[in-house]
């Protein structure tokens, strides 16, 4: 049930972060920041976690004072790039492990996703606001 549900929010996540992404070209002019399993990770997908990790921490700290903060005996912004890195290529290994063993989504899981996109398309007013909205928040 572990598995399903991971894999379920790696989907999600996934679908978040290259909901913008419209043509293959695109893509190829990103660079690596890291390769799992002879994948890449690219800049795109590393920024994901970044601004997500990166976000709470300003929540515990507040937005004008987080860098300064020291987190693991370190900078709150190596940290953050550090913590981003280690979610990005864990995620990978996950996807991987579970592309190799055959575990993938149900009909059920991809309706949840369907709906759960069409939710938030509809919070946004329409898919291009929706889609502007991911560009802008992650800068992809």
């Known amino acids: 049930m572990f598995k399903r549900t991971f894999c379920f929010i790696c989907c999600i996540v996934l679908m978040i972060s290259f909901s913008s992404c419209n043509k293959a070209e695109e893509q190829s002019n990103i660079s690596s920041v890291a390769t799992v399993d002879g994948e890449n990770i690219d800049e795109a997908y590393f920024k994901y976690y970044f601004i997500e990790l990166k976000n709470l921490v300003q929540l515990q700290y507040g937005e004008s004072s987080w860098q300064r903060a020291t987190l693991d005996g370190k900078p709150a912004l190596e940290y953050v790039r550090e913590r981003a890195l280690d979610a990005a290529v864990e995620d990978k290994i996950i996807m991987s492990v579970a592309k190799n063993e055959g575990i993938s989504l149900t009909d059920e899981d991809k309706n949840n996703i369907e709906k759960t996109k069409?939710?938030?398309?509809?919070?946004?007013?329409?898919?291009?606001?929706?889609?502007?909205?991911?560009?802008?928040?992650?800068?992809?």
């Open 118 to 140: 069409q939710q938030w398309i509809s919070q946004f007013g329409s898919e291009s606001a929706f889609v502007d909205a991911i560009k802008n928040k992650y800068g992809l």
